[in-house]
């Protein structure tokens, strides 16, 4: 996938019951590279995974899949992933980056796409 990356994400797996994120910023270098990512319902439920994490398609997939009320609506069991590659919500920036369209008003010509057509 191309850096940096689209604003919408849909995991896998539920984080505090959500499985849909905004892309709200990003950095790093290299495989360091992370992006921080806010519940598109719960702005209280953050994230800071690396890249090459949301480049495996059995955990993420850019934009918004549709789900049934079932699946969307998984509580987790614990707060967060206990690895290295989910940081605790107290870690993750939540300024918006310049190019994300979120910030008005938008200085930017071309912000992030939402997802991938």
Known sequence: MNWPP????TSSSSFNGFRHF???NYG???S??????????????????LWHEMNDTSKWASGWLQLSRDE???PSTSR???DNLIQKREEVC???SADSGLNIPCDVNS???WFLE
């Open 80 to 82: 967060f992933k206990e």
């Open 111 to 113: 912000p992030r796409p």
């Open 72 to 74: 969307a609506n998984i």
């Open 94 to 96: 939540l300024h918006p």
């Open 22 to 24: 905004v892309a709200i």
């Open 32 to 49: 360091a590279r992370w992006v921080n990512m806010v519940s598109v319902l719960d702005s209280k439920v953050r994230l800071r995974v």
């Open 6 to 9: 689209n604003k919408a994400w």
């Open 28 to 30: 790093g270098r290299g």
